[in-house]
C-alpha cells in the first residue's frame, strides 16, 4: 500500500463544548482550545478533528447546523477560528472539520426557504411526502426514537428525519444541493484546513419510495436503515465529491458509517476508488447490546472482540483503510466499558490504549481518554443533557422500566459519558471554566486530571504518548502485517504484526486475574526489546503469566 501522513499520523478529538472554556460562561470555545495546544503537542499528536463549531440552534450539540460558514457565537467568531488554525499548523498539528451534510438544522435558511410552499426554490432540497391514510408516509423510526417523519402544518406535508425532527435530512437527489455541498467544502479547503470527518455520510442516500419496513413485535415504528444506508447512489456521490472538492487538496477524510461492512469498507476507502481514505464502524462498540438493542447492554465476550477486530483487520489488509478507536463524543468511557475503573484503571486504560494503537489503522484518541477519564453516575436524570438519552428515559418509563433501571442503561451507554467537561486540574469543576458548566464535571475530577498526570512519569497521558512516539519510529506499527493468535483464551488478547525481518508480539490480559500464556514456540528464545507495557518486565519463560489487566509489546528482529 502507498504511505500516506494520514495512516501514519494519530487524531485527537475535540468536542469543543466540553474541552475548555476561556470566558467563564460554561461552555467550552476557541479560545480555550488554543490555550490547551501546547498540551496536545505535548501529547504527540498530528490531527485534531474537531466536532461541529458551526453556527446552530444546539437541539444536538451542533450536529444541526443552520449555517455552515459561519461560527457558534458561544465558541467565539471566524477570527477566532481562523488563529485556532494558525496556532495548530505553527504547532505541526492538522485540522480536520466535522462535515453533517446528511441533514441540516430546520433554522437553516434552505429549510426556513423550503417549507414556505410547496413550490419554492429550495423544496427539493429536503425530502416531503404526504401522509398516509391520516398516518405518516412510512413507518420509519429516527434514530433519536418516534417517527423520522414530522408533519409540517404550513404545506400539510411531512418531511424526513432521521434523528432529531430539528435536523431534516437534505435530499441528495437535487443536484443543485449538491454542488452547494461541494462549494461549501471548497470554502473550507480554501481557508487552509487539513480534512473531513463526515457525519452519518453513508445515509445520503435512500431507496427510491422509501419502502416501509418490518417493525419489532410491539413497536409501532421500524428502523428503516436498511432503506437508506449504504443505499444504490451513495458511490456516485461521493466519488462526485472528491472530484468536484476533496481532490484538489492534499486532504484526509474519514466516513461515519453505521452498518457499513468489510466488503463495502473497501469499496469505500480503496485506493482506486476515489472516495474516502477511511472508514468509522461500530460493529466493535456494538458487541455489548443486547437483543433489544444499545441500552440492553450485556458483559463484552472478549472473544467476540478478538473475532470482530480480527475480521476487520484481515478483510481491509493492503486493499483499504480503517480507524480504531474504542472512545468518541456517542461513545461511554471504554475504561469504564470494557476495563476496570476501579482498582486497575490506569493499568487498564494503558492496556485497552495498546491493544488499538499496536494495530493497523489511524488510531483516534478522544479528549480525556489519555488520562484514563471515566464515565459518570448522575444521581437525577434532570442532569442529563443528551437529547438520545432524554428520549430513551421518557420511552423507557413508557413500556414499563423502572427510573433506576433506565438510569442504569445510562450510566452504562449514554452519550454524556464521553461530554462531560474535561478535567484539567484539581480546582473547582476541574478547571474547565470559572463559571457554571452547561453539564456536571465528574465528581472524580479531583484524583483524575491532566495536571496531575503531567506530574507523574508513569501516568496513562505519558503511555498515550510513547504510544504515538513508537508509531512515529516503527514503520511494523503502521504498516505491518496482522496476525491473531490464542483466538480460543477467552481472557487475553494476543496477535503479532510482521513487517520484512521484524516482528511484534502483543500481548493483552483484559481481566483481573493471572492467565498462563503458551507463547508460540521459537519467541522468547529470540533477542527481543519490550517496547512498551504496563508492568516492569515479563513473568515466566515459555509460559508467560500475565497480571491483571497487563500489556506488554515486544519487537524481535
Known amino acids: 500500500m502507498k504511505k500516506e501522513w494520514w495512516k501514519e499520523s494519530v487524531i485527537y478529538q475535540i468536542y469543543p463544548r466540553s474541552f475548555m472554556d476561556s470566558n467563564g460562561d460554561g ?70 472539520m466535522d462535515l453533517v451534510v446528511n441533514h441540516s438544522s430546520d433554522e437553516h435558511i ?21 401522509g398516509q391514510n391520516g398516518e405518516e408516509p412510512n413507518n420509519w423510526g429516527s434514530n433519536f426514537g418516534g417517527s423520522a417523519w414530522e408533519l ?122 476515489n472516495e474516502l481514505n477511511m472508514v468509522f464502524q461500530f460493529e466493535h462498540v456494538s458487541l455489548d447490546n443486547g437483543p433489544n438493542g444499545k441500552w440492553d447492554f450485556k458483559p463484552l465476550d472478549l472473544r467476540d472482540l478478538k473475532t470482530n477486530l480480527t475480521k476487520w483487520q ?53 479528549q480525556g481518554e489519555e488520562i484514563g477519564m471515566t464515565n459518570v453516575r448522575f444521581e437525577s436524570i434532570d442532569d442529563y443533557k443528551d437529547i438520545e438519552t432524554l428520549n430513551f428515559y421518557k420511552e423507557a418509563l413508557n413500556d414499563g422500566w423502572s427510573k433506576q433501571e433506565a438510569l442504569e442503561s445510562i450510566y452504562a451507554k449514554g452519550r454524556d459519558n464521553a461530554r462531560t467537561p474535561m478535567q484539567w486540574d484539581s480546582s473547582e469543576h476541574g478547571g474547565f471554566t470559572e463559571g457554571t458548566p452547561w453539564i456536571k464535571v465528574n465528581p472524580n475530577y479531583k484524583n483524575i486530571n491532566a495536571a496531575q498526570a503531567l506530574k507523574d512519569p508513569d501516568s496513562v497521558f505519558y503511555y498515550y504518548k510513547k504510544l504515538i512516539e513508537l508509531r512515529k519510529q516503527y514503520d511494523i506499527i503502521v504498516y505491518g502485517k496482522y496476525n491473531l493468535i490464542l483466538e480460543d483464551h477467552p481472557e487475553v488478547y494476543v ?60 519487537l524481535f528482529k
Not at 112 to 123: I, Q
Not at 224 to 250: C, F, T, V
Not at 324 to 347: A, I, M, T
Not at 534 to 550: A, F, M, V
Open 314 to 366: 484481515n478483510e481491509l489488509d493492503e486493499v483499504g483503510w480503517n480507524s480504531l478507536y474504542f472512545n468518541n463524543h456517542d461513545q461511554p468511557r471504554s475504561v469504564s466499558r470494557f476495563g476496570n475503573d476501579s482498582k486497575y484503571r490506569e493499568k487498564s486504560a494503558k492496556m485497552l490504549a495498546t491493544v488499538l494503537h499496536m494495530m493497523k489503522g489511524t488510531p483516534y484518541i478522544y
Open 110 to 130: 434552505w429549510f426556513a426557504e423550503a417549507r414556505k410552499s410547496k413550490d419554492n426554490p429550495y423544496r427539493d432540497y429536503y425530502i416531503w411526502r404526504e
Open 152 to 273: 409540517d402544518k404550513n404545506t400539510g406535508e411531512y418531511y424526513l428525519h432521521l434523528f432529531s425532527k430539528k435536523q431534516p435530512d437534505l435530499n441528495w437527489e437535487n443536484p443543485k444541493l449538491r454542488n452547494e455541498i461541494y462549494d461549501m467544502m471548497t470554502w473550507w479547503l480554501e481557508k487552509g484546513i487539513d480534512g473531513f470527518r463526515m457525519d452519518v455520510i453513508n445515509f445520503i442516500s435512500k431507496v427510491d419510495g422509501l419502502p416501509n419496513d418490518k417493525p419489532k413485535p410491539g413497536k409501532k415504528f421500524a428502523s428503516g436503515s436498511k432503506y437508506y444506508r449504504n443505499r444504490p447512489r451513495i458511490h456516485e456521490y461521493l466519488q462526485e465529491m472528491n472530484e468536484k472538492a476533496l481532490s484538489n487538496y492534499d486532504v484526509m477524510t474519514v466516513g461515519e458509517m453505521p452498518g457499513v461492512t468489510p466488503e463495502l469498507a473497501r469499496q469505500y476507502t480503496g485506493e482506486d476508488r
Open 27 to 96: 461552555i467550552g470555545d476557541l479560545q480555550g482550545i488554543i490555550s490547551r495546544l501546547d498540551y496536545l503537542k505535548e501529547l504527540g499528536i498530528d490531527v485534531v478533528w474537531l466536532s461541529p463549531v458551526y453556527k446552530s440552534p444546539n437541539d444536538d450539540n451542533g450536529y444541526d447546523i443552520s449555517d455552515y460558514q459561519r461560527i457558534m457565537s458561544e465558541f467565539g467568531t471566524m477570527e477566532d477560528w481562523e488563529e485556532l488554525l494558525d496556532q495548530m499548523h505553527k504547532r505541526g498539528i492538522k485540522l480536520i
Open 495 to 554: 496477535y503479532t504484526r510482521s513487517l520484512g525481518e521484524q516482528t511484534l508480539l502483543i500481548l493483552c490480559n483484559f481481566y483481573d486475574g493471572t492467565p498462563e500464556v503458551d507463547i508460540p514456540a521459537g519467541f522468547l528464545e529470540s533477542e527481543h526489546t519490550v517496547l512498551i507495557g504496563n508492568y516492569e518486565g515479563l513473568q515466566g519463560s515459555g509460559k508467560i503469566s500475565l497480571r491483571p489487566y497487563e500489556a506488554q509489546v515486544l
